[in-house]
């Protein structure tokens, strides 16, 4: 179980168990995004095929380290690897998001940004960025951060992002809503 007294200045666990951050700013996703993506995520075939492919990069290259899935929504990806034996935690700083995770069964839920959860320097050593790069403004700001800040100086890094709607078929309709006006 993580200690997030000793990695992170900004969290507190509430009373359902998720750990909150006192101050949370806003995101560019959209509003109703997790709640339509929990609908669909244990019955798609492109999110359990990515699931797989995730997992099986974490168990090779992060075996025992603890994997911290930023922006993970509703602890789709979490939960899979969790299911695989890993230790997760998930960073979400959506509410319907954090509270859909922890309603899936992944143990260790933070409702926070990275940034405001105000981990230590140096704090994690594996982190996923599954589909959030697109969403955050200052992207290459984002990730020199993530990279110069927070990680350690052993890290794993996996990242995947939606570079284009045509990629959507229109059995992920839901999905190419939600990132057509995101595309890059």
Same mark, same amino acid.
Not at 106 to 113: H, I
């Given at each position: 179980?993580? @200690?997030?007294?000793?990695?992170?200045?900004?969290?507190?666990?509430?009373?359902?168990?998720?750990?909150?951050?006192?101050?949370?700013?806003?995101?560019?996703? #959209?509003? +109703?995004?997790?709640?339509?993506? /929990?609908?669909?995520?244990?019955?798609?075939?492109?999110?359990?095929?990515?699931?797989?492919?995730?997992?099986?990069?974490?168990?090779? /290259?992060? #075996?025992?380290?603890? /994997?911290? @899935?930023?922006?993970?929504?509703?602890?789709?990806?979490?939960?899979?690897?969790?299911?695989?034996?890993?230790?997760?935690?998930?960073?979400?700083?959506?509410?319907?998001?954090?509270?859909?995770?922890? %309603?899936?069964?992944?143990?260790? !839920?933070? $409702?926070?940004?990275?940034?405001?959860?105000?981990?230590?320097?140096?704090?994690?050593?594996?982190?996923?960025? /599954? +589909?959030?790069?697109?969403?955050?403004?200052? @992207?290459?700001?984002?990730? $020199?951060? !993530?990279?110069?800040?927070?990680?350690?100086?052993?890290?794993?890094? #996996?990242?995947?992002?939606?570079?284009?709607?045509?990629?959507?078929?229109?059995?992920?309709?839901?999905?190419?809503?939600?990132?057509?006006?995101? @595309? %890059?």
């Amino acid at each position: 179980m993580v @200690d997030f007294s000793r990695i992170a200045s900004n969290l507190e666990q509430s009373e359902n168990g998720i750990w909150v951050a006192s101050s949370q700013r806003g995101v560019s996703y #959209p509003e +109703d995004g997790n709640e339509t993506r /929990f609908a669909i995520e244990d019955a798609s075939y492109w999110f359990n095929h990515r699931n797989n492919v995730i997992t099986h990069l974490v168990s090779r /290259f992060s #075996p025992s380290t603890v /994997f911290f @899935d930023i922006g993970g929504g509703n602890g789709c990806v979490s939960n899979a690897l969790q299911s695989a034996g890993n230790e997760v935690v998930l960073v979400e700083p959506g509410s319907v998001g954090a509270l859909n995770a922890k %309603k899936r069964g992944v143990r260790t !839920v933070a $409702q926070s940004t990275l940034e405001d959860a105000g981990f230590e320097h140096g704090s994690l050593s594996s982190v996923g960025l /599954f +589909d959030v790069v697109e969403h955050i403004e200052d @992207d290459a700001e984002f990730l $020199q951060r !993530v990279y110069y800040r927070i990680l350690q100086l052993s890290f794993f890094v #996996p990242c995947s992002t939606h570079f284009s709607a045509a990629f959507c078929s229109e059995l992920d309709g839901i999905s190419q809503n939600c990132f057509a006006s995101h @595309d %890059k």
